[in-house]
């Protein structure tokens, strides 16, 4: 008899993850038929005949999987942006589109269907939400899985006086590619190639066309010295180490990407001290008083270079939303929410931007708590009630 009889089921969005999180006597494969049936009484699948349901699940129950349609993908990976906590960017979870790529089961099949992302997402820089998705594990448990962060990043080299030239969040990746024979051109911004691991192949890395990696020069509005401190970031913000849990089925090879908030380039990237660190280089070139942090030098640093990410990417022709924009945005998405009767799952710390968030309204209100089962959704663990990592959408 099958664990699960459709009419014993409840129906309503949410519910049997919240059984499934208060049964910790399932097993797994229990745990994913309750997830099968909750995708399936999804509104968004209710077109679908009953029979389509019961079909998959008898599937999932006999086999340990089943096929989804490529509309059941689509929807599914839609569903999964909406409903993770971490992204101040899920107003836009409906315009997702779908690179179907369970069939590329080799490294070089699978390069391809990265490079196919990057363009149809890089969209001359009418920047387009995009997620690509590859094969499902073999049978014997082997994964397909792109092993760098994202499809576009940049090299981190460490100098015999222990500085890093580059991005110091990517000095051990540096090295193994390099140690498999990549060679930079040990600049500051080297793009690196993907390294991707499929069964019964080595592990290898692909470099990135040159054609395919959107890059904007940063200069500032006012401050002609910005463009020579040569400072360039790339386009499309490509998450490509997560995994997409949908209706019980887990896809380990996902690129993901939309587009930058301004703050995440000229906050962080260039900003955080364990990555580019150019506040100090800009506060002595705008001659502030640096003496002690009471000074604020490193605060109006800060709003100058964020002024001059915004200025060069709008100049460029490349779309990137302002930390304010996105914060209106994001609640305007909460009042859809309520209205649709959805909770809203939201981690506090991860919708606020790193800048001026007393200024936003995302910073001056409670949410719904983060709800680390509900699925579909972006997950970097395995395991069930596990972190659900970064935000799928910015980084």
Known sequence: MDFVRQDELPTDSGLTSQIASTLPTLTELQRRELECVEFFDSPELGH?????????????????TYTHTAEELLVGAKLAWRNHARCVGRAHWRTLKLIDARDAVTASALAEACWE?????????????????????????????????QLIRYAGYRQPDGTILG???HVDLTAQVT???????GTAFDVLPVLISVPDEPLQYFDVPTDLVLEVEIEHPEYSWFADLGLKWHAVPAVSDMNLDIGGIVYPCTPF?????????????????DRYNMLPTIGAMMELDMSHDRTLWKDRALVELNRAVIHSYRKAGVIMVDHHTVAKQFIDHIARED??????????????????SSLTPTFHRLYDEP???????????KKKGTDQGRCPFHN
């Open 179 to 185: 140690a498999m024979g990549w060679k930079g051109a």
């Open 339 to 356: 209205k649709a009767g959805r909770k809203c799952p939201t981690d506090w710390s991860w919708v606020n931007p790193p800048m001026s």
């Open 117 to 149: 992302h990057l363009r149809l997402s890089t969209n001359g820089g009418a920047l387009q939400s995009v997620v690509t998705v590859g094969p499902l594990p073999r049978e014997d448990g082997q994964e397909y899985r792109i092993l760098s962060p």
């Open 371 to 381: 709800d680390l089962d509900i699925r579909p959704n972006f997950v970097t663990k």
């Open 257 to 273: 990407s939309g587009w930058y908030v301004s703050t995440e380039v000229g906050a962080r990237n260039f900003s955080d001290t």
């Open 48 to 64: 679908l005949p009953t029979s389509r349901r019961r079909e998959a699940l008898r599937e999932l129950h006999r086999t340990g």
């Open 167 to 169: 991005d110091p969040w």
